[in-house]
C-alpha cells in the first residue's frame, strides 16, 4: 500500500541561485523536523536553549542544588537534546556544502529507523536549468517573507494533510542525494568538506512508505524587469565581492545553467551523507523542566 503524493512548491525570487537553494532546502528541513516530532520546539527556538545551556554559568550552580540522580537525569536529558541540535547544525551545512560543490539533481530526507527502511520520505527536486550560476547568492537572496509563505504552502498542503496528522514518534532522519558526479572525486571537492557521502547502490523506497515527491518551482517577482539595477553585474562588485558559492561554481567546468547538458548526458547517482539527525523527545522527570 504504497503512497505517494506529489506538489509543486514555488520559490519567488528574482535570481535563483545555488546558494538560495540550499536556504530555502535548510528552511524545509528545519520544518519537517518540527512538523514530523523530532524536535519539541521550532528549530530557532530549540537551538536557543540548547545555546543557553552552554554559555549559562548560572546553571550549574542550580544544578549543583539538585539531588544527584535528578541531576544526571536532567544533564543526560541535555546532552541528547545537545547532540540532536548539533547534528541539525551538520545536516544544514552538509547541504550547504553539497550545493556549493556539485550540482544536485534532487535530495531527499528519510524519517526512519535505518535508511532502508523509512517511513516517510521527503523528495526535492531541484529545478537545476533556472539554476545562475554567474550572480552573487547574498545579492538575490529570498526575502524572508517570500520564504515563509513557500514554508506556508509546504505545511498548509492538502494533498499532506492526512499525513501530517499523525504522530511520528521520535526517529532517524537521513539526507541522501542524487548528484551528477561523483561528489568524493570531483575535482571540486573541496579539502575543507565538512561531511562525507556513500554511494547508495539500492534507491528505491520500500512500499509501505510515505513517498513525498516535491518539486521546487522557480517563479520569478512580477516587478524583477525592473530590479535589474539592484543586480551584482550591474553594480560592479560582482568581481570584488565574490561570494563562496560563486567562486566554486565559476571554474570552467561550471555546472547549474552553464553546462547543463553535458550534466544530462551522465548518470545520476545516490549518496548518503554520513550525517544522522537523531529525534529528540524529553522524558518527563518528575519536578524538573530541562529547558529552564
Ligand atoms: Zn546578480
Known amino acids: 500500500m504504497s503512497s505517494r503524493v506529489e506538489l509543486n512548491l514555488f520559490?519567488?525570487?528574482?535570481?535563483l541561485t545555488a546558494g538560495t537553494i540550499a536556504e530555502v532546502i535548510n528552511s524545509v528541513l528545519e520544518s519537517l523536523l518540527y512538523q514530523r516530532n523530532q524536535i519539541p520546539f521550532v528549530y530557532k527556538t530549540y537551538r536557543y536553549y540548547v545555546n543557553k545551556w552552554n554559555d549559562d554559568d548560572?546553571?550549574?550552580?542550580?544544578?549543583?542544588?539538585?539531588?544527584?540522580?535528578?541531576?544526571?537525569?536532567?544533564?543526560?536529558?541535555?546532552?541528547?537534546?545537545?547532540?540532536?541540535?548539533?547534528?541539525?547544525?551538520a545536516m544544514r551545512e552538509a547541504i550547504n556544502d553539497t550545493f556549493r560543490r556539485t550540482a544536485v539533481k534532487s535530495l531527499r530526507f528519510l524519517f526512519g529507523g535505518t535508511p532502508f527502511t523509512p517511513k516517510e520520505s521527503y523528495t526535492i527536486h531541484i529545478p537545476i536549468e533556472n539554476v545562475l550560476t554567474n550572480h552573487d547568492w547574498e545579492?538575490?537572496?529570498?526575502?524572508?517573507?517570500?520564504?515563509?509563505?513557500?514554508?506556508?504552502?509546504?505545511?498548509t498542503n492538502e494533498s499532506l494533510?492526512?499525513?501530517?496528522?499523525?504522530?511520528?514518534?521520535?526517529?532517524?532522519?537521513?539526507?541522501?542525494?542524487?548528484?551528477?558526479?561523483?561528489?568524493?572525486?570531483?575535482?571540486?571537492?573541496?579539502?575543507?568538506?565538512?561531511?562525507?557521502?556513500?554511494?547508495?547502490?539500492?534507491?528505491?523506497?520500500?512500499?509501505?512508505?510515505k513517498d513525498i515527491q516535491i518539486n521546487l518551482i522557480h517563479k520569478r517577482k512580477p516587478e524583477s524587469e525592473n530590479m535589474i539595477f539592484k543586480c551584482c553585474k550591474d553594480l560592479h562588485i560582482f568581481e570584488d565581492n565574490i561570494s563562496p558559492y560563486l567562486k566554486n561554481s565559476t571554474s570552467p567546468s561550471g555546472f547549474y545553467g552553464g553546462k547543463k547538458s553535458n550534466f544530462f548526458n551522465q548518470d545520476v547517482g545516490w549518496w548518503e551523507s554520513e550525517v544522522i539527525v537523531r529525534g529528540f523527545k524529553e522524558q518527563s522527570i518528575k519536578g524538573q523542566n530541562i529547558w529552564k
Open 161 to 209: 494533510y492526512s499525513i501530517f496528522s499523525q504522530n511520528l514518534s521520535p526517529t532517524n532522519v537521513y539526507l541522501e542525494f542524487e548528484l551528477f558526479d561523483n561528489p568524493m572525486t570531483s575535482t571540486r571537492s573541496s579539502q575543507d568538506s565538512k561531511s562525507n557521502m556513500y554511494p547508495k547502490e539500492f534507491s528505491a523506497i520500500p512500499s509501505s512508505c
Open 11 to 15: 520559490l519567488e525570487v528574482d535570481i
Open 58 to 89: 548560572e546553571q550549574q550552580e542550580d544544578m549543583e542544588q539538585l539531588d544527584n540522580v535528578k541531576n544526571f537525569q536532567v544533564q543526560r536529558q541535555r546532552n541528547l537534546a545537545k547532540s540532536t541540535k548539533d547534528s541539525i547544525s
Open 139 to 155: 545579492q538575490h537572496r529570498i526575502e524572508a517573507q517570500k520564504l515563509n509563505e513557500t514554508l506556508i504552502s509546504l505545511l
